[in-house]
Nanobody, 122 residues
Framework: VQLVESGGGLVQAGGSLRLSCAPS????????VGWWRKAPGKERVEVAC????????WYAGSVKGRFTISSDNAKNTVDLQMNSLKPEDTAVYYC????????????????WGEGTLVTVSS
């Protein structure tokens, strides 16, 4: 599965961005889809995930209440709406699929996209 992320960019603190993840030439089927991020000098960490079979979602504590993950069946994308952005949200954001989303987050197989850069200025 090839994934393509889009929607990154430069935004001021307090602003919003909407990221999209689309499978190139295929569909997500009923897999889970997760969004992860890697900040400079840090490890890649999970941000949110969604189960496309039952709609269950999970969020990291650092983004809960600010970010919303959703699926758009018409566009065949999984989106991450990011509001009230903070400088510490600056990172390359990656989507992944092939596994599932449970009560503790994403688990299972990972197929990764190339990522999209989000920069939040203070």
């Amino acid at each position: 599965v090839q994934l393509v992320e889009s929607g990154g960019g430069l935004v001021q603190a307090g602003g919003s961005l909407r990221l999209s993840c689309a499978p190139s030439g295929s569909s997500f089927n009923a897999y889970g889809v997760g969004w992860w991020r890697k900040a400079p000098g840090k490890e890649r960490v999970e941000v949110a995930c969604i189960s496309l079979s039952d709609g269950h979602t999970w969020y990291a504590g650092s983004v809960k209440g600010r970010f919303t993950i959703s699926s758009d069946n018409a566009k065949n994308t999984v989106d991450l709406q990011m509001n009230s952005l903070k400088p510490e949200d600056t990172a390359v954001y990656y989507c992944t699929t092939g596994g599932n989303c449970g009560f503790r987050g994403y688990y299972g197989v990972h197929y990764w996209g190339e990522g999209t850069l989000v920069t939040v200025s203070s």
